[in-house]
Structure formats: structure tokens, C-alpha cells
């Protein structure tokens, strides 16, 4: 069974420009969190995508968006970028909308983002 | 508000001498409770999870975790510590409850270094 796939695995960029990442879930998996991890902040929550709904936002700028397709795929953009959004990106999927006990979330590797 | 505090940043033991990481947690509702791993470039995965139905939990790879809901504590322990446990450990969090959708509340993190 394979797991939660994320590309691109690394990339750089340049301020100003924008980034779209790419997410697909476990199969069956309906749900897909975004979360960002810096070494200053840590790991935050950005979005949770079920059934092509955004269902949460994090606080972050409207710069952070993302997207839902049919099959359950996530796409997150980040336009203008600055140099704090350098971070390592990552996306988990789950069976429904809102992690808990029942419902565990299952992380890919990320994608790792320079802005220089 | 929801939070959870992991006590130490870093943590340093010998190899096969016990484990303990130190996680409390504060919320006005029942939490679902979690400790993942990080290893380096790699995403996160989920050794244990409470949900209410046993007070000690077990995880993959000898791990344990007790809740105690007076103390407001989940630490997470091993008997006996392999050189391939050196990596970073997340407490987590989610919360169901009126308002909170089930998103996840990481810890900081403690670096997990066993000494040969």
C-alpha cells in the first residue's frame, strides 16, 4: 500500500516568485492536512481539505492557499514569496476530516523549500 | 486555550539505558493524544496514540506511553534505548470539542540523542 506521496521533494526559489506543491494521499484516504515546520516555529497547521472542502485554516497569510481534486489529490500554492517561508511543507492524509484517535493521520516526507 | 509543552529540548542517554520524554498538555476538553518520530529528512511517524481506552499505551519498537489525566501528563518511555532511536520526538495533540475541528497541536520537539 503506498503512502503519502509529496513532490517535489526539495526545490528553490527566489523571493517574489511562487511555489505550488503537490500531495496525493493514501488510497481510499479522503482527507489532507498541510502543515509547515521551521526550526523557529516549529510544526503549524496550514489547511485540512475534505471532499475538495477547505474545513480549517491555520493562521497564516492569505498568501497560503491550497485545493482539493476529485480524487482526493492536494495542492498548496504560496505566492510572494519571502524568505521565512523557507520551511519543510508537509502533507497528511486521512480517512476522514479532523485527526483524533480514530482518525490518524499519516505524514509524508515533505517538501523542503529555499527561498533565497 | 489548547497547548501542549514538551519539557525538554534535548535529551541524551546511553545506549540501552531507559528512555523518558517528558510531555504535559493543557485543555478544557478530551484530548487524542499521539508522540511521533522524526528522523532526519524523513516525515513523521506515528509510534503510539491514547484514546481514552487503556491509560498505558504501547507503540512500536518497545515504546509506551502513559496518560494521567491529574497531572495532565503523556510521557513517552523505553526500557532500553538503541542507537536507532536517535531522532526528534512530537507530542501531539488534537481536541474534540465545541469549535475545535480535530486539528493537530504539535509540542516543540526533544532531540533524542543515545550515546554508544
Known amino acids: 500500500k503506498a503512502g503519502v506521496t509529496q513532490t517535489p521533494r526539495y526545490l528553490i526559489k527566489t523571493r517574489g516568485q511562487q511555489v505550488t506543491l503537490s500531495c496525493s494521499p493514501i488510497?481510499?484516504?479522503?482527507?489532507v492536512s498541510w502543515y509547515q515546520q521551521t526550526p523557529g516555529q516549529g510544526l503549524q497547521f496550514l489547511f485540512e481539505?475534505?471532499?475538495?472542502?477547505?474545513?480549517n485554516k491555520g493562521n497564516f497569510p492569505g498568501r497560503f492557499s491550497g485545493r482539493q481534486f476529485s480524487n482526493s489529490r492536494s495542492e498548496m500554492n504560496v505566492s510572494t514569496l519571502e524568505l521565512g517561508d523557507s520551511a519543510l511543507y508537509l502533507c497528511?492524509?486521512?480517512?476522514?476530516?479532523?485527526?483524533?484517535?480514530?482518525?490518524?493521520?499519516?505524514f509524508g516526507a515533505g517538501s523542503r523549500l529555499t527561498v533565497l | 486555550a489548547q497547548s501542549v509543552t514538551q519539557l525538554d529540548s534535548h535529551v541524551s542517554v546511553s545506549e540501552g539505558t531507559p528512555v523518558l520524554l517528558r510531555c504535559n498538555y493543557s485543555?478544557?476538553?478530551?484530548?487524542?493524544l499521539f508522540w511521533y518520530v522524526q528522523h532526519p529528512n524523513k516525515g513523521l511517524q506515528l509510534l503510539l496514540k491514547y484514546t481514552s481506552a487503556a491509560t498505558l499505551v504501547k507503540g512500536i519498537n518497545g515504546f509506551e506511553a502513559e496518560f494521567k489525566k491529574s497531572e495532565t501528563s503523556f510521557h513517552l518511555t523505553k526500557p532500553s534505548a538503541h542507537m536507532s532511536d536517535a531522532a526528534e520526538y512530537f507530542c501531539?495533540?488534537?481536541?474534540?470539542?465545541?469549535?475545535?475541528?480535530?486539528?493537530?497541536?504539535f509540542g516543540q520537539g526533544t532531540t533524542l540523542q543515545v550515546k554508544p
Open positions: 481539505y475534505f471532499s475538495e472542502t477547505q474545513r
Open positions: 497528511a492524509s486521512s480517512l476522514w476530516a479532523g485527526a483524533s484517535g480514530a482518525n490518524v493521520l499519516t
Open positions: 485543555s478544557s476538553y478530551s484530548p487524542s
Open positions: 488510497s481510499g484516504h479522503r482527507s
Open positions: 501531539v495533540v488534537s481536541f474534540s470539542g465545541s469549535g475545535n475541528t480535530g486539528k493537530l497541536i
